[in-house]
């Protein structure tokens, strides 16, 4: 098992900058990835960023092209996701994931999920 804890969400303004953690602990060898899903009020979760544990590539969903960056500390066992550029509609609840399969797809389903952050972003 992977447990994983996220922190350091919050509310900021529209402009502004945050940045998640995501501590993981456990058997984490066998974690292949870790990244981000967010759930918006009333909207299913979706896919954010993702970054490959061993070596670092990420992959990330259009919105967040240009304004986040995803990245990774193996020293700590954890994964950040910088946030500039907040906007109202990056609102929502931002869910740190891992999985082992080797892939860099959005579109499976996640081994282990943390209990999520908040994140508001006023106008």
């Known amino acids: 098992q992977v447990q994983l804890v996220e922190s350091g969400g919050g509310s900021v303004q529209a402009g502004g900058s945050l940045r998640l953690s995501c501590a993981a602990s456990?058997?984490?060898?066998?974690?292949?990835?870790m990244g981000w899903f967010r759930q918006a009020p009333g909207k299913e979760r979706e896919f954010v960023a993702v970054?490959?544990?061993?070596?670092?590539?990420?992959r990330y969903a259009d919105f967040a092209e240009g304004r986040f960056t995803i990245s990774r500390d193996h020293a700590e066992n954890t994964v950040y996701l910088q946030m500039n550029g907040l906007k109202p509609e990056d609102t929502g609840i931002y869910y740190c994931n891992a999985h082992k399969k080797p892939t860099l797809s959005e579109n499976f389903s996640r081994d282990y999920w943390g209990q999520g952050t908040q994140v508001t972003v006023s106008s």
């Open positions: 456990g058997r984490t060898n066998r974690v292949y990835a």
């Open positions: 970054v490959n544990w061993s070596i670092g590539s990420a």
